[in-house]
């Protein structure tokens, strides 16, 4: 290759590197030529001659369609500007040290066992590939950045490689999947894959039934997609998870003041997923939630170091009501009388579980 076409095609590419950089964004051709010079692409000892090299290079992409300019035409001396056109090279957008450690970062945060997930393989090794130019040992610091601990009782249940794809196409592509579960055959319409205590569920709406249900993936085969299914559904479910079979109501509870002993009042906390408000003092910890009497939430809250849970009063709902509470979960009422009888069948449900536990006490002695 002669030189001279070696030196066009370097600054060809790093034109292409520097529009890549900036996005979506219009870059004048001035600020072009000052960022090459100063990244010394372009000598800058002549920046009449500079210019001309930059403009040639800026035309000759201009004609194989990989930039595109702001303007039809530039009169006087205003300056075109100028930006990459991704659809002509999606694989030249780059992305710069920060966002990289970011990424590598975020992928630390999934449990390792979860990322050797064949539907995650695609996305670790574009984050890889964009990844070649950074620093090895920061790269792997970032990967190691955090650790999932999980509970000493956490199960893991492997997914079969081909239904988890055929799941998650059919989520993104918003299309009924059909299914067999538990040796029965229906459609479903996929909402999201969600994971509690080492099992991954469906979360789905049965348009047959007009259900909405979660299933276990390794109870089910995937058999192909159907059609695609109104976006209402995943609106409506996006945010569901468990049917609990009761309807929720407002409760707070009473935690041990060393819970919040390292923070200040100004420090936001979430205790539960469904907190709405806390205060605290020297003396307690006091945190208003949307409750559940279901098995499931009764047992999984009693677990905690809780001092005391009251039953709901008039200044409780108040402020449920001033925090919009009601518009966040469906079926939960303002109503105090309400509210105070899902307390009562909460209660039934705690000393169906302390029955429980006394059993298993009872064969410890």
Do not use: C
């Not at 990244?39 to 035309?59: M, Q, T």
């Amino acid at each position: 290759m002669p030189k001279d076409s070696g030196k066009r095609l370097y600054l060809a590419v790093e034109v292409l590197k520097l529009l890549s950089e900036n996005g979506a964004d219009f870059i004048p051709t001035p600020e072009i030529q000052e960022r090459l010079t100063r990244k010394g692409v372009l000598s800058g000892e002549n920046p009449s001659a500079d210019r001309k090299r930059l403009n040639r290079a800026l035309s000759d992409l201009h004609q194989a369609g990989y930039v595109e300019p702001k303007f039809v035409s530039v009169k006087g001396r205003k300056p075109q500007t100028w930006r990459l056109n991704v659809k002509a090279v999606p694989y030249l957008i780059s992305l710069s040290e920060e966002e990289l450690i970011s990424l590598f970062t975020l992928i630390s945060f999934v449990p390792k066992k979860y990322r050797k997930m064949e539907i995650l393989e695609p996305g670790l090794k574009a984050v890889n590939r964009l990844g070649k130019l950074l620093d090895g040992e920061k790269k792997e610091v970032a990967m190691e950045s955090f650790e999932y601990l999980p509970v000493p009782i956490e199960r893991y249940t492997n997914v079969e490689p081909q239904t988890l794809k055929l799941i998650f196409n059919g989520i993104v592509e918003r299309r009924e999947l059909l299914i067999n579960y538990k040796g029965k055959q229906f459609t479903v319409y996929p909402i999201k894959v969600f994971h509690y205590n080492g099992v991954f569920y469906l979360s789905s709406y049965i348009p047959e039934k007009g259900q909405y249900r979660h299933l276990q993936l390794v109870k089910m085969r995937v058999y192909g997609l159907g059609k695609e299914y109104p976006t209402f559904y995943w609106k409506r479910y996006k945010g569901k998870f468990f049917s609990f079979p009761e309807e929720p109501f407002i409760m707070k509870v009473e935690l041990p003041v060393d819970y919040m002993a390292d923070l200040k009042p100004e420090h936001s906390v979430l205790h539960y997923p469904t907190q709405f408000h806390m205060e605290w003092d020297s003396e307690k910890v006091m945190v208003w939630l949307v409750a559940f009497n279901s098995y499931r939430f009764t047992s999984w809250i009693i677990l905690d170091e809780l001092r005391a849970i009251y039953p709901p009063s008039k200044e409780d709902v108040e402020v449920a009501r001033s925090k919009g509470v009601k518009e966040l979960y469906e079926g939960l009422t303002y109503n105090l009388r309400e509210n105070r009888k899902r307390f009562n069948r909460f209660k039934e449900m705690v000393r169906r579980f302390f029955e429980r536990r006394q059993q298993f006490y009872s064969s410890l002695l």
